[in-house]
């Protein structure tokens, strides 16, 4: 799997295949925001994947797409060709949903 982004910006997860182009699995993913602590915690510089993706595809000077591709690899365990829906938060990462 990796994350790419769409033309709105907006956080798309893609499937590798054996063989043929990769798939969107954007379906499987569902984004959380909430916040697990007081009112006055945040996290210490909750990294942003769509700057960060933009700012290394411009210095690599490769298309964001291709970053994503090379660099953005998740490795997300198969459920034995039952499809897993995944929760992902920013800074926490993914979990099983």
């Known amino acids: ?36 602590f007081g009112s006055n915690i945040e996290f210490f510089d909750t990294p942003d994947y769509a700057t960060s993706l933009q700012v290394l595809s411009e210095r690599m000077g490769i298309e964001p797409a291709e970053c994503a591709r090379r660099l953005g690899v998740i490795d997300l365990p198969d459920n034995k060709g039952t499809e897993t829906m995944w929760s992902y938060h920013s800074a926490l990462g993914f979990q099983r949903s």
């Not at 907006?10 to 182009?21: Q, T």
Request: glycine letters at 6%.
């Open 1 to 36: 799997y990796y994350l790419d982004l769409d033309d709105d910006n907006l956080l798309r997860l893609y499937r590798f295949e054996r063989y043929g182009p990769c798939t969107e699995q954007t379906g499987l993913l569902r984004f959380e925001d909430f916040r697990p």
